[in-house]
C-alpha cells in the first residue's frame, strides 16, 4: 500500500519523466504526461522517437533527463520497466512509480535495494492527481 510519505516525496520533485510517453492522445503514456501539465507540473517525455509531445520537450532515454528530474513514471511493459529501472538507478532518479500494467516484481526489488522510493501497488497517478480527459 502506497503511503502519504511515499506520495510526498514523489511529488516533491522540481520536474517529472515520463517512461512510455506517447504522442497518441488514447494511450496511458499520454494521459499520464498530460495529467502533469494539467497539474501545473514541469515534465518530459521519454520518447527515443518524439522531440516533444503536448508541448513538453522529449528526450530518448532516462540517461538524458535534465538534471531537476528527481521522479518518473513508468508506463512502459514490464520487460521495458526492467531496463527503465536500470537506467533510472543509474541517472540517480529518487522516485519511480509504476503504473498499473507496468510493474515487474524484480523492477520493484531494484528500487528498494538502491533505495529508490518505489510506488508499484497498482496506484494510478491519474486517479491520485485528478485527470480529465478534454
Known amino acids: 500500500m502506497v503511503t502519504d510519505n511515499d506520495l510526498g516525496a514523489f511529488f516533491s ?35 527515443p522517437r518524439a522531440g516533444e509531445i503536448e508541448g513538453a520537450l522529449c528526450v530518448a532515454t532516462v540517461a538524458e533527463l535534465p538534471d531537476d528530474v528527481e521522479s518518473i513514471s513508468v508506463i512502459t511493459p514490464p520487460a521495458i520497466t526492467v531496463q527503465v529501472v536500470s537506467a533510472a538507478i543509474a541517472r540517480g532518479i529518487k522516485n519511480i512509480w509504476m503504473q498499473p500494467g507496468a510493474e515487474h516484481p524484480g523492477a520493484v526489488a531494484e528500487c528498494r535495494k538502491h533505495g529508490v522510493n518505489v510506488i508499484a ?11 480529465s480527459d478534454h
Open 13 to 47: 520533485s522540481p520536474a517529472y519523466g515520463v517512461a512510455g510517453a506517447s504522442t497518441n492522445r488514447d494511450k496511458y503514456g499520454n494521459k499520464v504526461l498530460r495529467c502533469y501539465q494539467q497539474n501545473g507540473r514541469k515534465v518530459y517525455g521519454i520518447n
Open 121 to 131: 501497488d497498482g496506484s494510478c497517478i491519474l486517479v491520485v492527481l485528478g485527470y
